[in-house]
């Protein structure tokens, strides 16, 4: 009797433990998935935030007067920050033009007045750092540069021909002055051929979609100068934007003449 009774008992014990265990077993399973989920789902959350913060932005171009036209693209990397954010900036560039100016050539004894053909590459890799100071954006950069000069027929007066590798700095600055008006203003310098580009742009945003207002800008190197007063018309669809400008440019050579520019920018 004893011996039935301990069995029974045992029996019954190994029962309940099973079930105890088996239970025990389902809630750690439903444990280990309810974590497994909203592990994944704070991991897709990250991930979709992560892939929602713009690191890149890439700009092209083209910019043109009655005597030269220029085509470039760039491209600018935030890879740390972000590009909403202040942080470090990788910047590199890439342009191509043609452009054509009148002078004298000595032939058999004599000064003959001649057109020159010029073609000009510059590309340049910066590093740099962009501040976000509340209404004020700057950013300043610093790197090596390239340009290359090749002209025909050679122009023994002009210095600006060949190839040459130097630094470059670059400077930007960004200003909301109200919801509606802003400010830019860019400036660089590179030391192959002394090449400088300086502009200042005040917008009007008309909309959401429509910006525009008047620009002047100040370029050259040391062989050449012009002075630029126009105006210009941005879109802004989404993360990109179209900016046409225009208006005069003129030097101490020659008259003035018309220039038109166009770019389009995507950041992501």
Request: net charge negative.
């Amino acid at each position: 009797m004893g011996s039935a009774n301990t069995n029974g008992a045992n029996s019954e014990c190994r029962t309940v433990g099973r079930a105890v265990c088996a239970r025990l077993a389902i809630g750690i399973l439903l444990g280990l998935t309810l974590c497994n989920s909203a592990l994944a789902e704070s991991s897709n959350r990250a991930g979709k935030a992560a892939r929602e913060i713009p690191r890149f932005e890439i700009s092209s171009g083209v910019d043109a007067t009655s005597h030269s036209w220029f085509g470039y693209a760039s491209a600018v990397w935030a890879p740390v920050s972000g590009l909403d954010r202040s942080g470090l900036r990788l910047r590199a560039m890439a342009g191509y033009g043609r452009y054509d100016y009148d002078s004298v050539l000595a032939v058999g004894g004599g000064l003959v007045t001649t057109e020159f053909q010029g073609d000009v590459t510059l590309a340049d890799i910066m590093a740099g750092y962009a501040m976000d100071l509340g209404a004020l954006w700057l950013k300043g950069y610093i790197g090596v540069a390239y340009a290359g000069h090749n002209l025909t027929p050679d122009d023994p007066q002009n210095d600006i021909k060949g190839a040459k590798v130097g630094v470059k700095g670059q400077v930007e600055a960004w200003l909301e002055f109200t919801e509606r008006v802003w400010l830019s203003a860019d400036a660089s310098w590179s030391s192959p051929f002394g090449d400088y580009w300086t502009q200042l742009r005040v917008g009007n945003h008309f909309g959401s979609l429509i910006s525009a207002g008047p620009e002047i800008a100040l370029l050259g190197n040391r062989e050449f100068s012009a002075e630029r007063v126009g105006a210009f018309i941005r879109v802004h669809f989404g993360t990109s934007e179209l900016t046409i400008s225009g208006g005069l440019s003129g030097n101490y050579e020659e008259s003035d003449s018309i220039y038109g520019s166009a770019g389009l920018y995507h950041r992501f």
